[in-house]
């Protein structure tokens, strides 16, 4: 298999997962503005997986552009970050259309979790599978720190949402900030 292709069925399930996600936010019977108040929850929730979707595909594409030979572990790694981000739509709906309580934050920031650890053994199974410069051993480097980083917010998200579910938000926003531009530091390694 060739990168290009791998390349294209990922942002095709990227693509979907954010469709099936907006069709979820349901419209309301009523043309009052009011009317849009239940839906903060569910647009907020949306809002939060929109974004990070949008993280997960640059990140990704950043990774996928340093691949000079696909294997087979590298195929599984991308179907198993596939599979978790295919869940993001059903815990986005749930926690959103209850009010972001608290089982449902714990779903959420679990999942997040996992999608955590796929893209960390997706960047594993891609350096083993590759020969490096040091350049770029020194970006990846620094994207699994940033990753191991995401791995104990969304743990502290997990925790807290038993005490105040906004806190765990605050948690993965946090996360999400820090993942929002990605980092350049692997464009620079291949230019070089």
Same mark, same amino acid.
């Given at each position: ?9 990922? /942002? ?19 043309? /009052? ?43 599984? #790694? ?50 083993? #599978? ?26 502290? #998200? ?5 005490? /105040? ?10 996360? #999400? ?5 990605? /980092? ?9």
């Amino acid at each position: 298999m060739n990168k290009s292709r791998l390349e294209a069925f990922s /942002d095709g399930v990227l693509a979907i997962i954010i469709t099936i996600m907006v069709l979820e936010i349901k419209v309301p019977h009523s043309a /009052d503005w009011q009317a849009l108040q239940p839906m903060v929850p569910s647009f907020t929730s949306y809002l939060l997986s929109f974004v990070f979707i949008g993280i997960y595909w640059g990140n990704h594409h950043h990774l996928l552009h340093t691949v000079k030979t696909i294997s087979s572990g590298i195929i599984w #790694a991308n179907m198993a970050l596939l599979f978790c981000l295919s869940l993001i739509p059903f815990a986005t709906a749930w926690m959103g259309e209850n009010g972001y309580q608290r089982n449902t934050v714990i779903a959420y920031s679990a999942l997040l979790f996992a999608c955590g650890i796929s893209f960390t053994i997706l960047q594993l199974a891609i350096q083993r #599978a590759n020969e490096f410069t040091p350049a770029l051993i020194e970006a990846f480097a620094v994207v699994k720190r940033k990753g191991v980083f995401s791995l104990m917010g969304y743990a502290v #998200a997990i925790a807290t949402a038993f005490i /105040d579910t906004r806190i765990s938000c605050v948690c993965i926003v946090v996360v #999400a900030i820090m993942w929002i531009v990605p /980092d350049k530091n692997i464009e620079k390694a291949l230019k070089n």
